[in-house]
């Protein structure tokens, strides 16, 4: 999808230092949400707000102290519950620009349910799903998205979980916008979030962050110098799905099914490789994508979905809207004075 920076209406143009707090930053040497944190304070200055139009809520875990760390308003809510927040602060100011930052055990553990109603009513915020596949703040026990098998404190035997796929379960609840981005990719992380924030609708980006501490490098199979070019599709609207470190490779439909097949061998040519389509309301490919993992295929990245719908925070002020007027009470005192009252 190409990226278009929004307009920035401040007088003062903003900058990254300007979103930094004066909060000392608490996690592991070596921890992913470092890098997150940077791309997050240099995507801000670009998208057109004030920083009291900004808020950050999160839930519990070691992504949630993110709003200490950003120069904004901020709430540090509690576990799973950070949607329900970032709904009501929306719904109170809708000219807010809501992000909720959260991790994989907080958002689809605990707080699942809360998760997948924030995407089926496509309120206006924007989701950061921070997936390092393990607790990182209580010491190392396997989260929902963790593999089968992995050996974790609260699985000394190896977990017999089948995990979550972040991207499925988004699909599952009708998302709008996924995203997938990592967090060694600076850049690519502040266009994304760029394009989740210009969504109108609930922005899921889901973030492969590695925690060093108790599951270090769970994406070097992705992210390792020697395989990325070849195990990694960054996605465009409008753009073929080619990748490899040869850029000669690409995906194509072989029935109902993705496969992947080589420029130049067996007749296949440029023009037989699939074009992304983001903004299609059919979900099908999405999910096809959402679905890809290496070795066998490349694990897909960028922008996946951007369909056009109406927000969940729209239709309730079109509905105050027209209500109000035929209101028979105008405030809450005449209200709560009303009828049948009694004096103590």
Same mark, same amino acid.
């Given at each position: 999808?190409e990226?278009?920076?929004?307009?920035?209406?401040?007088?003062?143009?903003?900058?990254?230092?300007?979103?930094?707090?004066?909060?000392?930053?608490?996690?592991?040497?070596?921890?992913?949400?470092?890098?997150?944190?940077?791309?997050?304070?240099?995507?801000l200055?670009?998208?057109?707000?004030?920083?009291?139009?900004?808020?950050?809520?999160?839930?519990?875990?070691?992504?949630?102290?993110?709003?200490?760390?950003?120069?904004?308003?901020?709430?540090?809510?509690?576990h799973?519950?950070?949607?329900?927040?970032?709904?009501?602060?929306?719904?109170?100011?809708?000219?807010?620009?809501?992000w $909720?930052?959260?991790?994989?055990?907080?958002?689809?553990? +605990?707080? @699942?349910?809360h998760?997948?109603?924030? &995407? !089926?009513? /496509?309120?206006?915020?924007?989701?950061?799903?921070?997936?390092?596949?393990?607790?990182g703040?209580?010491?190392?026990?396997?989260?929902?998205?963790?593999?089968?098998?992995?050996?974790?404190?609260s699985?000394?035997?190896?977990?017999?979980?089948?995990?979550?796929?972040?991207?499925?379960l988004?699909?599952?609840?009708?998302?709008t916008?996924?995203?997938?981005?990592?967090?060694?990719?600076?850049?690519?992380?502040?266009?994304?979030?760029?394009?989740?924030?210009?969504?109108?609708?609930?922005?899921?980006?889901?973030?492969l962050?590695?925690?060093?501490?108790?599951?270090?490098?769970?994406?070097?199979?992705?992210?390792?110098?020697?395989?990325?070019?070849?195990? $990694?599709?960054?996605?465009?609207?409008?753009?073929?799905? +080619?990748? @490899?470190?040869?850029?000669?490779?690409? &995906? !194509?439909? /072989?029935?109902?099914k993705?496969?992947?097949?080589?420029?130049?061998?067996?007749?296949?040519?440029?023009?037989?490789?699939?074009?992304?389509?983001?903004f299609?309301?059919?979900?099908?490919?999405?999910?096809?994508?959402?679905?890809?993992?290496?070795?066998?295929?490349?694990?897909?990245?960028?922008?996946?979905?951007?369909?056009?719908a109406?927000?969940?925070?729209?239709?309730?002020?079109?509905?105050?809207?027209?209500?109000?007027?035929?209101?028979?009470?105008?405030?809450?005192?005449?209200?709560?004075?009303?009828?049948?009252?009694?004096?103590?």
């Amino acid at each position: 999808m190409e990226t278009t920076h929004l307009t920035n209406t401040n007088e003062t143009t903003l900058t990254a230092k300007d979103f930094a707090s004066n909060q000392d930053v608490r996690w592991c040497p070596g921890c992913g949400d470092y890098a997150i944190l940077n791309a997050i304070q240099k995507t801000l200055p670009e998208i057109g707000k004030k920083r009291e139009d900004i808020v950050f809520v999160s839930g519990i875990g070691c992504s949630s102290r993110f709003p200490y760390y950003v120069e904004s308003y901020g709430f540090h809510t509690i576990h799973g519950r950070a949607p329900a927040i970032a709904t009501g602060v929306k719904l109170a100011n809708p000219k807010l620009s809501v992000w $909720q930052v959260t991790g994989d055990g907080d958002a689809l553990a +605990i707080g @699942g349910n809360h998760f997948i109603h924030a &995407l !089926r009513r /496509n309120i206006d915020i924007n989701i950061l799903l921070f997936n390092n596949e393990i607790y990182g703040l209580t010491k190392g026990q396997f989260s929902p998205t963790s593999k089968t098998g992995i050996v974790t404190k609260s699985s000394p035997q190896g977990t017999v979980d089948r995990s979550f796929n972040p991207g499925k379960l988004a699909m599952g609840a009708n998302a709008t916008f996924f995203a997938r981005v990592v967090d060694i990719e600076p850049k690519k992380m502040v266009e994304v979030f760029i394009e989740a924030e210009k969504h109108r609708g609930t922005s899921l980006v889901e973030i492969l962050q590695n925690c060093v501490i108790f599951n270090d490098k769970v994406f070097a199979g992705i992210t390792d110098k020697e395989v990325k070019f070849d195990n $990694q599709l960054w996605l465009k609207h409008g753009e073929r799905m +080619i990748f @490899g470190s040869a850029n000669n490779k690409g &995906l !194509r439909l /072989n029935g109902l099914k993705l496969e992947v097949v080589t420029i130049g061998e067996n007749g296949i040519t440029e023009n037989d490789i699939l074009v992304h389509d983001a903004f299609c309301e059919d979900s099908t490919l999405h999910n096809l994508l959402i679905n890809l993992s290496a070795p066998e295929f490349p694990v897909v990245f960028g922008v996946i979905r951007s369909y056009k719908a109406p927000t969940f925070n729209d239709g309730i002020w079109n509905q105050l809207k027209e209500e109000k007027p035929k209101a028979k009470f105008k405030t809450v005192n005449e209200l709560m004075n009303s009828g049948v009252t009694w004096e103590i």
